[in-house]
């Protein structure tokens, strides 16, 4: 089995482009999997090669249950992890890349930012190297390289220092088709179209049959499902899921169309309406509070109508960061559905990032710019910052109506979660 996982010091070094480059070449025959919470990043990969990219989240999930999700999932020739922050980051939290490629003994290629630079290369190299035992580093990639000459300065040097690092190449500063081409957070249609011409020219000078050699590796195989499982409900669940309501981890469903004996996608975007035999409708994160998002849902109102029908038959909801806007009264002026008496207003920076534990004993993670104006509405739970003096209502109840900031995976918690969907 093949699989390698594209990692770096930090942010903005060139994760992404690499990644980017490695899901097209491959994309006949990759799985792309992404470490960590995020949803941005692996919808992406899904622009790219066409397969749902999995989270891998070893703060969300325990080790046996993340080890049974990359088993479960890793059904093609090769599978690429794309790393979150730098390799080490997210140690505190039991989350980092590194936890995730030790525990599943995958390869890991660190990509080095060479700009202005090249014996210094090998000394931050041997820092990450030598900082944890077990770390699974056994190739390296040199973004931002100016020339060939550049680049064997800095491959006579690594060479010269290791004998366990395979220096597989080089990304040459300044790449022709990435000067107009933002990568990363907006993949657009017209930029898709130039992925071929991106992949090729970022993997101009990257020895791929190296690559490929040090990807095999020995999968560490689960043998038992190491979640408590849970009953098959004879019920329909209606997902509303476009590009507003974007973030759907896909294991959350797939886990939702193993457990419920109906499941319907609904586009609000498209006007799509909510099926009248929907027991349960739940709606995902994603934007509704920017302009742009909101104009696009602005006039479904057979869509809004359709969820108001489903509220007043006292029918449960279940709506997470997005969702929960989307059904409160407002964000700043731009009205919502009024199924919670809430009222919200957008900040310029964050509010809240990154991983909590709710009173339900839930773990999961929260990246959100609106806050509660009245912080006195009172909620079901809260979510923490660092103590409960320090915390924050972010989960709201009304009758069978829930909204919550919160993002989890439900296979793990969902015995936890099923009440609020009035199971």
């Known amino acids: 089995m093949k699989a390698i996982c594209i990692s770096a010091t930090a942010s903005n070094q060139g994760k992404t482009i690499l990644t980017t480059a490695l899901l097209y070449h491959y994309k006949n025959s990759v799985r792309p999997f992404k470490i960590g919470p995020d949803f941005i990043d692996p919808l992406f990969h899904e622009k790219i090669c066409k397969i749902p990219s999995i989270n891998l989240d070893t703060c969300i999930m325990n080790e046996k249950q993340v080890q049974w999700i990359f088993n479960n999932y890793s059904d093609k020739n090769i599978s690429i992890l794309e790393g979150v922050m730098g390799f080490y980051d997210g140690m505190d939290k039991n989350a980092s890349a590194y936890h995730v490629t030790k525990l599943l003994n995958i390869p890991t290629v660190i990509i080095l930012d060479a700009s202005g ?28 390289v100016s020339s060939v000459g550049h680049f064997e300065l800095i491959k006579n040097q690594i060479e010269k220092d290791f004998d366990d690092v395979e220096v597989l190449g080089w990304i040459q500063n300044r790449l022709d088709t990435l000067e107009s081409t933002h990568l990363g957070l907006d993949l657009k249609d017209n930029e898709i179209n130039k992925l071929e011409d991106i992949s090729k020219e970022v993997l101009k000078y990257i020895d791929l049959e190296k690559l490929e050699k040090i990807a095999s590796f020995e999968e560490k195989k689960i043998l038992d499902y190491p979640f408590e499982k849970v009953e098959t409900y004879d019920k329909h669940i209606a997902i509303v899921n476009d590009d507003n309501f974007s973030f759907l981890y896909h294991d959350n469903l797939k886990f939702l169309q193993e457990s419920f004996s109906k499941v319907t996608i609904v586009n609000a975007i498209n006007n799509e309406i909510i099926p009248s035999d929907a027991d349960i409708v739940y709606i995902v994160g994603g934007y509704i509070e920017t302009n742009k998002a909101y104009e696009k849902i602005q006039n479904s109102n057979d869509f809004k109508n359709s969820l108001l029908i489903h509220a007043k038959n006292k029918k449960a909801i279940y709506a997470e960061c997005a969702g929960l806007l989307f059904i409160s009264n407002r964000v700043d002026d731009k009205k919502m559905m009024a199924l919670l008496p809430l009222d919200f207003t957008l900040g310029k920076r964050f509010y809240r990032m990154g991983y909590y534990d709710n009173e339900l004993g839930i773990t999961g993670h929260a990246f959100h710019y609106t806050r509660l104006i009245d912080e006195e509405t009172v909620g079901v739970y809260k979510l923490y910052k660092k103590n409960k003096e320090d915390g924050t209502y972010a989960a709201f109840k009304n009758e069978n109506i829930f909204g919550t900031y919160l993002h989890t995976m439900f296979r793990n918690n969902f015995y936890k979660i099923k009440s609020y969907m009035c199971l």
């Open 117 to 144: 630079s090249y014996i210094t290369l090998s000394a931050v190299l041997k820092g990450l190297k030598i900082y944890q035992d077990g770390n699974t580093i056994k190739g390296v990639v040199f973004n931002h």
